[in-house]
């Protein structure tokens, strides 16, 4: 499938909003946006995991603070970075709040229930 190519001018600074538009958004949203959304769940999701994994593993160490700390700023980073490479449409943030939230949640849940047996 051969994709369409802009003729990029010798001195693109006259009309580079025109010609530069997409630069430094999601290639894959271009070519298939359903798979592209789908993407940034899983991907967001996989890495509310890791991190939730990690918060559980450390979360009694001495150095308690600085990783809810390090994780909390980790998921800001990764929210902005999601959120800058997006294409200029409004963005699903409903659904990658679950993704966010949905690990921690699970987590909570399964400490009630091994609490109360």
Known sequence: MATEQVDVPEIP???FNEYFRHAGTSVLYNRNKK???IFVFVNTLAF???TSTILGL???SPFQTEVLLAIYSTNGAFAVSVAAVQPLKPMEWG????A??????IRVFS????RYR
């Open 13 to 15: 600074a006259r009309h």
């Open 35 to 37: 798979g592209h959304n």
């Open 48 to 50: 509310s995991a890791s």
């Open 58 to 60: 450390l979360l009694d």
């Open 95 to 98: 659904l990658l709040s679950v």
């Open 100 to 105: 966010f939230i949905l690990p921690y949640i």
């Open 111 to 114: 400490n009630i229930i091994q």
